[in-house]
């Protein structure tokens, strides 16, 4: 397992999960070697072998909520958003976790089911009133729905965040510019965001929204 941190550290990631595999054939029924194989093929961008690897790990502890989410998180990241949305309400049964319900919003909203998503993220931002990614995928679900005014509300509130990272700003640059706001969105993204990367990433998301398609909703989660 070292030596596969140290390799992977190198940047050699073809011989560091060849590693990891080898640290989970000597060691079965460890835990450790499937996450970080799942966290490198994740790292990567092959959300394929990340599923494998944390389907192999949720089969060593089923009841274990945040295996369920990495593996549901390299679901949806597949493109597999039936089975990403099982292991997140398994996942839920088990837990009460903010991310959770970040996960399930996101994967509501890439079907288009706005409705659900928005439900999703307004419980966990109940629980944690400053997540700013929560509140971020908020504002971008309201504004692809064409709630600007209630897009605009949440955007101001993380645009003026202390805490708020240069990811979180781009992001809230793209939802502005969702709403039509591009004067304040360009005020407010990173320095690569300039005015052809704004409309780039508002065209992109606005060809998920139109692909997306409506999934049978199921009951809203309650608040309280």
Same mark, same amino acid.
Do not use: C, M, W
């Given at each position: 397992m070292r030596i596969a941190e140290q390799t992977e550290a190198?940047?050699?990631?073809?011989?560091?999960? +060849?590693?990891?595999?080898?640290?989970?054939?000597?060691?079965?029924?460890? $835990?450790?070697?499937?996450?970080?194989? +799942?966290?490198?093929?994740?790292?990567? +961008?092959?959300?394929?072998?990340?599923?494998?690897?944390?389907?192999?790990?949720?089969? $060593?502890?089923?009841?274990?909520?945040?295996?369920?989410?990495?593996? +549901?998180l390299s679901l949806l990241a597949a493109g597999q958003t039936e089975m990403a949305l099982e292991q997140f309400h398994r996942a839920l049964r088990l837990a009460e976790d903010p991310r959770l319900y970040n996960a399930l919003g996101v994967a509501y909203d890439s079907t288009g089911a706005r409705a659900v998503a928005q439900a999703y993220y307004r419980v966990g931002l109940d629980m944690t009133p400053e997540h700013l990614t929560l509140s971020t995928n908020l504002a971008l679900s309201l504004a692809l729905s064409g709630e600007n005014?209630?897009?605009? $509300?949440?955007?101001?509130r993380v645009a003026v965040s202390a805490a708020a990272s240069p990811a979180h700003r781009n992001m809230v640059a793209v939802a502005f510019a969702l709403t039509g706001d591009e004067i304040r969105a360009l005020s407010i993204g990173g320095p690569e965001m300039g005015r052809d990367e704004l409309?780039?990433?508002?065209?992109?998301?606005?060809?998920?929204?139109?692909?997306?398609?409506?999934?049978?909703?199921?009951?809203?989660?309650?608040?309280?």
């Open positions: 190198r940047g050699d990631f073809q011989t560091s999960s +060849g590693l990891y595999l080898r640290a989970h054939d000597i060691l079965p029924e460890h $835990l450790a070697p499937l996450l970080k194989l +799942g966290a490198l093929h994740d790292r990567i +961008g092959e959300p394929q072998s990340a599923a494998e690897a944390y389907r192999l790990a949720v089969e $060593l502890e089923p009841d274990n909520a945040d295996v369920l989410r990495a593996f +549901g005014e209630a897009a605009a $509300l949440v955007l101001d409309r780039r990433s508002v065209a992109a998301y606005r060809e998920i929204g139109d692909r997306a398609v409506a999934i049978t909703q199921p009951s809203l989660p309650q608040s309280d």
